[in-house]
């Protein structure tokens, strides 16, 4: 049986993926080699905390995370191309989003965004990257 | 009118005051246990490099050239030496005097590509807001 992380996953990932007008996506631990001159986003799943939501037996559990997405764009171009990414990617996962995802076996999830905030750029040649914190949650038993 | 308030209420709001600077504590603890622990080792410049400043204080800030790489065993004590600066930070503190911003903050020179990397920032805005 999968774990609820992969499902959440999927659901992120998926996503994102549906996103129009995105550069290429690389994921995590699949073979990506960026071509210089070229956008491409960089996406990573962190969950943070898996906690009961009430006391007693059995309690349902609030999983919660965030969702990594760093825009990289090249280097010496301007922020203006960073930037258009990264407003069509929060604006994708606007906080208050309720992403639904349904697994192999037919149970659908629904994760919940709590908030879209995208920090400072920051130069790492031959890149410029803008990095965006999706945080996430869902409850589930 | 006249209200009179008695010594009782006074002792009463002291203790509330103490009870807050002890979560405030505890929880400025539990936010070093985090950054440090979620650190990436490699020289020990990044992880010794946190800092709480209060106002517009200066924060540590090591750069790992020049400094040879301290394996896994050397990690753990780079990283307990990083939680324990943050203790000696915490310790200063004058929790009844504290009226403007407390910053978790790392001056080491390569701390924004580390964070870039490892989004530290990230995970502790997820935790702690």
Request: avoid cysteine; proline fraction near 5%; charged fraction near 15%.
């Amino acid at each position: 049986m999968a774990s609820i992380h992969n499902d959440i996953r999927a659901a992120l990932e998926t996503h994102i993926s549906n996103t129009a007008n995105l550069p290429s996506i690389a994921y995590e631990n699949v073979a990506f080699e960026p071509t210089t001159g070229t956008s491409f986003i960089q996406v990573r799943y962190m969950p943070t905390s898996t906690r009961p939501a009430v006391r007693g037996l059995n309690p349902q559990l609030r999983y919660q995370g965030v969702f990594y997405v760093i825009v990289s764009t090249p280097e010496g171009n301007g922020p203006s191309i960073a930037d258009d990414y990264a407003n069509k990617v929060i604006n994708a996962f606007q906080a208050t989003t309720d992403i639904s995802f349904t697994n192999s076996q037919s149970q659908t999830i629904k994760v919940s965004i709590d908030y879209a905030e995208r920090q400072q750029g920051l130069i790492d040649s031959p890149w410029y990257h803008v990095p965006i914190n999706i945080g996430w949650y869902i409850y589930n038993n | 009118m006249k209200y009179i308030v008695n010594k009782s209420f006074h002792n009463k709001i002291d203790m509330l005051e103490e009870s807050i600077d002890d979560l405030f504590r505890e929880t400025l603890q539990e936010v070093a246990v985090l950054a440090t622990n979620i650190s990436p080792v490699s020289t020990g410049a990044f992880v010794t490099s946190f800092s709480y400043i209060v106002g517009a204080g200066r924060p540590r800030g090591k750069s790992s050239e020049g400094r040879p790489r301290v394996g896994q065993f050397g990690a753990d004590t780079m990283r307990e030496q990083g939680y324990q600066n943050l203790m000696v930070d915490v310790a200063k503190i004058d929790f009844e005097k504290l009226g403007g911003s407390l910053t978790l903050s790392n001056g080491a020179p390569h701390s924004g590509i580390v964070d870039l990397n490892y989004n530290i920032s990230g995970v502790l805005e997820a935790e702690y807001g």
